[in-house]
Nanobody, 129 residues
Framework: QVQLVESGGGLVQAGGSLRLSCAAS????????MGWFRQAPGKEREFVAA????????????YYADSVKGRFTISRDTANNMVYLQMNSLKPEDTAVYYC??????????????????WGQGTQVTVSS
């Protein structure tokens, strides 16, 4: 099993930036696709970004929710078992608890949280207007 711990959340003004980190342990993430999801109060958990193995593991591909495309960047440091979410030009509607998630590589590309069995505890991001 892989354990995930997020950090880096906080309070920021609109237009500001934050970088979330996700530290993985228990397994190397080299064989895992990694994703970020978020959940705002009273709303369902939604997909934010993912970074997945492709080309038989030769490279990684990233994909994003339309709402964050061009503002957020997901990256991974496989050697150190870390995943990051760089968030720029933050908006009040980005306010949510952000979760790191993992699943074994090899599946179809997905934005569904149901496809990710491993989750961190979440980190709060609050963007003030």
């Amino acid at each position: 099993q892989v354990q995930l711990v997020e950090s880096g959340g906080g309070l920021v003004q609109a237009g500001g930036s934050l970088r979330l980190s996700c530290a993985a342990s228990g397994r190397t993430i080299s064989n895992y696709d990694m994703g970020w999801f978020r959940q705002a109060p009273g709303k369902e958990r939604e997909f934010v970004a993912a970074i997945s193995r492709s080309g038989g593991g030769a490279y990684y591909v990233t994909y994003y929710a339309d709402s964050v495309k061009g503002r957020f960047t997901i990256s991974r440091d496989t050697a150190n078992n870390m995943v990051y979410l760089q968030m720029n030009s933050l908006k009040p509607e980005d306010t949510a608890v952000y979760y790191c998630a993992a699943r074994r590589s090899g599946g179809m590309r997905t934005t569904s949280s149901d496809e990710y069995p491993y989750w961190g505890q979440g980190t709060q991001v609050t963007v003030s207007s």
